[in-house]
């Protein structure tokens, strides 16, 4: 099974910060990596897809890359809407595995 | 707009057996796989595994292969899972998940299994 390491577990960030997370692949999995946001109580949203594309309706402060087998998401400004929990998923082969989440808060 | 409305809470004791159910609406059902996540309780996500729409073959992860079974109802586009003989570890919530060429793009909101005697 592909292993994806994520780091860091938590994160403690102030407004307009610039914030990134990122995961670490076991293996290739080219650009088959998503990232979710989800807050409590509430199902994961789509943010970006295919490592570096952005989904319908996220704002543009989210933005995603890859260098090898390192994928990175990064808030380029907090805003207090994007505390949650984040999530790295591959999708490159079976089982998908996620990333074990960065719980991001304000500081 | 797209939507995947699942069934409500349920509380079930040991050994019983629950089927959540996730309606699509808004989009070709067959058009897209569904994909099954669970999450217990202060937990991470886990994939379970996913069945195709077209065929309704299941395909499971390992950890899934014994006590869980996917199924459609395609008229109704309607996707199932059901767990069987639960026990204490299968308190979770579970979500449905649409798929297309590898990206789960819409969730269902949830249906939350509580195991208890």
């Known amino acids: 099974d592909i292993q994806m390491t994520q780091s860091p577990a938590s994160l403690s960030a102030s407004l307009e910060e610039i914030v990134t997370i990122t995961c670490q692949a076991s293996q290739d999995i080219g650009n088959w990596l998503a990232w979710y946001q989800q807050k409590p109580g509430k199902s994961p949203q789509l943010l970006i897809y295919?490592?570096?594309s952005l989904a319908d309706g996220v704002p543009s402060r989210f933005s995603g890359s890859r260098s090898g087998t390192q994928y990175s998401l990064k808030i380029s400004r907090l805003q207090v809407e994007d505390i949650g929990i984040y999530y790295c998923l591959q999708a490159y082969s079976a089982p998908y595995t996620f990333g074990a989440g960065t719980k991001l808060e304000l500081k | 707009q797209i939507q995947l409305v699942q069934s409500g809470p349920e509380l079930k004791k040991p050994g019983e057996s629950v089927k959540i159910s996730c309606k699509a609406s808004g989009y070709t059902f067959t058009d897209y796989a569904m994909n099954w996540v669970k999450q217990a309780p202060g937990n991470g996500l886990k994939w379970m595994g996913w069945i195709n729409t077209q065929t309704g073959k299941p395909t499971y992860a390992d950890d899934f292969k014994q006590r869980f079974v996917f199924s459609l109802e395609t008229s109704a586009s309607t996707a199932y899972l059901q767990i069987n003989n639960l026990n204490i570890e299968d308190t979770a919530t579970y979500f449905c998940?649409?798929?297309?060429?590898?990206?789960?793009?819409?969730w269902g909101q949830g249906a939350s299994v509580t195991v208890s005697s």
């Open positions: 295919g490592a570096t």
């Open positions: 998940t649409r798929e297309e060429v590898e990206v789960m793009d819409a």
